[in-house]
């Protein structure tokens, strides 16, 4: 069974930068795509960015186009976003997710995930 780590949340003013890192507990093949995704209070999940297991292919939410990058190190077996001129409507639980079988343009659906971690708080001050 999989495990999914994340780690790197935290408080942060508007205008700031994080970087949220995912590490599984088992071995994540570089064939996984994966994802992250973020819920704030009182509102559904949804997509924030994805990656295909090579890296080559990334997709992102349109509200955090520009201001996002998401990597992955194979080697390491672990994934990254960052997340820059941060601001409040960012606040949310940050979700780390992996799929085992998914083309790239399914990897916005959280339907196409197999395992998923426990979240990181995410805070965005005003």
């Known amino acids: 069974q999989v495990q999914l780590v994340e780690s790197g949340g935290g408080l942060v003013q508007t205008g700031g930068s994080l970087r949220l890192s995912c590490a599984p507990s088992?071995?994540?093949?570089?064939?996984?795509?994966m994802g992250w995704f973020r819920q704030a209070p009182g509102k559904e999940r949804e997509f924030v960015a994805s990656?295909?297991?090579?890296?080559?292919?990334?997709n992102y939410a349109d509200s955090v186009l520009g201001r996002a990058t998401i990597s992955r190190d194979n080697a390491k077996n672990t994934v990254y976003l960052q997340m820059n001129s941060l601001n409040p409507e960012d606040t949310a639980v940050y979700y780390c997710?992996?799929?085992?079988?998914?083309?790239?343009?399914?990897?916005?659906?959280?339907?196409?995930?197999?395992?998923w971690g426990q979240g990181t708080q995410v805070t965005v001050s005003s």
């Open positions: 088992g071995r994540i093949f570089s064939t996984y795509g």
């Open positions: 997710a992996a799929a085992k079988f998914a083309i790239p343009v399914n990897l916005r659906k959280g339907s196409a995930y197999d395992y």
């Open positions: 990656i295909s297991g090579s890296g080559i292919s990334t």
